[in-house]
């Protein structure tokens, strides 16, 4: 109970949640692992159990750590008006366009497609009695309901509260009449709520990185074969930059991944060298977006336009960029600095990118043009004089 | 330009970077970033009597404001652990003494290729009695 109580106090602020979150882990856990109000890193904390099972106690322990525990606990109870679940009648199943957005064909169409049995989130309704017909309302998983039916369902899965069995109390608590209009309003109101709630202000977008996790671990083959190039190169991805060579812009990555050579084939190859030469030059560093990028497209421009860019290349304009500017995040701050400087003196010829990546291949090209010009690269659609601001 | 006006002019085009132990004996390290050490230096000096402890940072780097503030963020990174959480005491790293802080600032340096650069042993530690000697240093070798 004592460390419960000191738990509650220290989430009060930031600084709380950090002790209390590391003491947890240090204290019960022999592999270190992260506890941030943003995500607690379960990949890491499954390797201190057998089999990498995590009971879930053991993560609401650790939540608490991070969030002020609930000290009021609403009534669950199905027969005061609690939820329950229930298999439903097609005839019993109806929608209220009040507290429901515009039914898409082409979403159900795309749900249809893509549908397996053991994926169905179980539609939420309300149960309420209209006109003497007693109805399930569904106020989320209307599209999943009707690609049920098309599936050929004669039975619905229902997560329903029963407002005929919600309290007097609960009603007028929320400012409606006990009597039948005021339960039925009451109703639609909460079904309205509730549909927001769950649609807009707490919904979750899948991360990037939980995303290519969950791919990688469950076998997908284009995220096996990404993660053996990150790998290789002893990089790792990760949710947060800090660590030496994580990698956090994994959409980024995987549109590097996807460049392809003259033939169409060898995807990963662009990233692949981008990495390497990353990993070599700045080796404590993460992996920075406008370094990588940029490389594996103007690798990937070289090979389609016949240029060849041997190793002494990569070794010729890194050497260039550490001596300018340094760091990884510097030199593509810097690059980026000088391309803005130019534009705005109009000092440039060309046509100016419209994205950092091709501000930065093009810095990285006008600069080896500039300082080196060694071997020929591809030409540069936008041509000005890159400097390090600071210095020059 | 009189020497003063052309020392602060020098000092918007450089931050430091610095490291001093606790001045108590405790083992644990201040870390920081300043674009005036001068203030830093007064200010830090101003809790103690100057008859028993002088204000000094016993390791400087210095290079550009952008490079310093991604170390300041790297060596936070480093230490997260060690780093005590409460308001106003983030840059403390604690367990940690100045030799180890130093030397760990130094590789994270050196894998980052930051292009810092370490203020040189006969002008350490920095008080306010040799920073003008550090800053005309800095002048005739910058990055």
């Not at chain 1, 300018?324 to 803005?340: C, F, H, L, R, V």
């Not at chain 2, 930051?114 to 800095?138: C, G, M, R, S, V």
């Amino acid at each position: 109970m004592q460390q419960i109580v000191s738990v509650i106090n220290n989430t009060k602020t930031k600084a709380g949640r950090k002790q209390t979150g590391q003491a947890l882990v240090k204290k019960n856990y022999k592999i270190k692992f992260d506890v941030k109000p943003d995500a607690i890193d379960l990949r890491t904390m499954a390797e201190n159990y057998p089999n990498g099972i995590i009971p879930l106690e053991d993560i609401n322990q650790l939540l608490l750590t991070q969030i002020p525990p609930r000290m009021d606990h609403s009534d669950w109870d199905p027969q005061k008006g609690g939820p329950q679940f229930a298999w439903v009648e097609w005839s019993q199943l109806a929608l209220d366009p009040t507290f429901q957005r515009d039914v898409a064909p082409n979403h159900i169409s795309k749900i249809d497609r893509e549908f397996v049995h053991s994926a169905v989130i179980v539609p939420c309704a309300i149960k309420m009695t209209v006109a003497g017909h007693t109805w399930y309302f569904i106020w989320d998983g209307h599209h999943t309901t009707q690609v049920l039916r098309l599936q050929g369902y004669t039975h619905f899965p229902v997560w329903y509260v029963d407002m005929d069995k919600v309290s007097e109390a609960e009603i007028e608590q929320a400012g409606f009449s006990i009597d039948i209009p005021g339960r039925i309003k009451y109703g639609k109101w909460r079904a309205g709520n509730n549909m927001i709630m769950i649609n807009s202000r707490n919904k979750r977008k899948l991360a990037a990185y939980d995303e290519i996790m969950i791919k990688i671990e469950t076998g997908d083959s284009k995220a096996l074969a990404m993660n053996n190039i990150v790998s290789k190169n002893n990089c790792i991805f990760k949710r947060h930059p800090g660590a030496p060579g994580a990698l956090t812009q994994i959409k980024s990555a995987e549109e590097c991944y996807d460049l392809t050579d003259s033939r169409g084939g060898n995807e990963g190859q662009y990233l692949d060298r981008a990495l390497a030469v990353h990993r070599q030059v700045w080796p404590m560093a993460s992996i920075e977006l406008e370094i990588f990028r940029p490389l594996a497209y103007l690798y990937q421009r070289a090979g389609l336009e016949g240029y060849k860019l041997d190793p002494q290349f990569d070794i010729e304009l890194t050497d260039l960029l550490v001596s300018m500017w340094g760091d990884p995040a510097s030199i593509q701050t810097g690059i980026k600095e000088s391309y803005w400087r130019a534009y705005h003196d109009n000092t440039g010829k060309g046509t100016p990118p419209d994205h950092d990546k091709t501000r930065v291949m093009c810095g990285l090209i006008n600069l080896y043009n500039q300082k080196i010009a060694r071997i020929p690269l591809p030409s540069s659609p936008y041509i000005w004089t890159v400097k390090n601001e600071d210095a020059d | 330009m009189d020497c003063e006006k052309r020392r602060r002019r020098l000092m918007k085009r450089f931050s430091l970077f610095y490291i001093f132990p606790c001045p108590l004996g405790d083992n644990s390290c201040k870390i920081g970033l300043t674009t005036n050490a001068r203030i830093r230096l007064e200010v830090y000096g101003m809790s103690y009597s100057n008859r028993k402890h002088t204000a000094s940072f016993d390791s400087i780097y210095y290079g550009s404001p952008t490079a310093i503030i991604n170390l300041e963020a790297a060596v936070k990174t480093h230490f997260y652990d060690y780093i005590e959480p409460s308001g106003g005491r983030t840059e403390w790293v604690l367990d940690h003494s100045l030799s180890t802080v130093d030397q760990q600032v130094q590789n994270i340096i050196n894998g980052h290729r930051f292009k810092i650069k370490k203020l040189p042993q006969h002008l350490l530690p920095l008080t306010l009695h040799n920073l003008n000697e550090a800053i005309d240093f800095i002048q005739k070798t910058p990055n």
